[in-house]
């Protein structure tokens, strides 16, 4: 594959025009993007810790319906110990089944056109979450691939959701649109081992002193990835934006890794 030669944008836009009333993922008639016997398949990530968005063991879920009932937050361990930099993740489904499939079939395997249901997802989340919670972010931003990744894999994984996400949340808000930078502002300067073949600890130091932010950021920014495990590359990244002006950042990832499958 020409990787220089792969639309961001344009390969999943194609997919939509040819096969829009079937399925993404069976290819049964459907009328939706995913139709409702796969939407079974995805694991929704409903009981959270409130910030980092970490799926609770089932003790910590009965500790939450308690707090929930006494309108209170749910915090984690660890963000009660120490806070994450950013503000808040946002995270609709767990790193499980369906979702983990697709995921690896759009990174291993280029099919790009799993993206579109995945970003309907994402989607609606955050329309719930920010007509409750306003208000929106001014910009997005997303984490990117180093240059040689980009050349392997012949895409940016992260680029290609969040311009079909920028897309759907065009078409579906009337204002407040966060807008999307010609050229992302964050990069990665440095190529290190690929995040899911190493440990936790590891994962962790791999990320110190590899992205770099260059361009104008706002106050307000969402900062966009497939997935988050550790949290390790979201906080360098935020703390790479917070440098540059960012005083608040939302972080938006389609799944979070229960932490049993941290490694």
Not at 16 to 26: E, G, H, L, R, V
Not at 88 to 97: F, I, K, Q, S, T
Not at 98 to 107: A, C, D, F, H, V
Not at 203 to 211: A, D, K, L, T
């Amino acid at each position: 594959m020409d990787w220089r030669q792969l639309s961001t944008s344009f390969l999943p836009k194609v997919y939509y025009s040819i096969f829009s009333k079937q399925c993404s993922i069976c290819q049964s008639h459907s009328q939706t993007a995913v139709c409702k016997y796969c939407k079974v398949g995805f694991e929704h990530n409903r009981h959270a810790c409130s910030v980092c968005q970490r799926p609770l063991s089932q003790q910590q879920i009965a500790q939450q319906q308690i707090a929930q009932h006494a309108s209170q937050q749910s915090l984690c361990g660890k963000c009660q110990v120490a806070p994450p930099p950013y503000y808040r993740c946002l995270a609709p489904l767990r790193y499980e089944g369906t979702t983990r499939i697709l995921i690896q079939n759009i990174k291993f395997h280029q099919q790009a056109h799993f993206i579109q249901p995945l970003m309907e997802i994402v989607r609606d989340h955050l329309v719930t979450y920010y007509s409750q919670n306003a208000p929106w972010p001014n910009q997005i931003v997303f984490v990117p691939s180093h240059p040689q990744r980009i050349k392997e894999r012949g895409f940016c994984q992260t680029q290609i959701m969040v311009n079909t996400l920028h897309s759907l949340l065009k078409s579906t808000l009337t204002s407040d649109l966060p807008y999307i930078a010609t050229r992302n502002p964050i990069h990665k300067s440095v190529h290190t081992q690929a995040q899911h073949t190493l440990s936790r600890k590891l994962r962790i130091q791999n990320q110190q002193g590899v992205y770099q932010v260059q361009g104008p950021i706002e106050e307000h920014v969402a900062l966009f990835d497939d997935v988050m495990t550790t949290g390790s590359t979201l906080e360098s990244c935020t703390k790479a934006l917070q440098r540059k002006g960012a005083k608040r950042v939302d972080i938006w990832v389609i799944a979070r890794t229960p932490d049993d499958k941290h490694g």
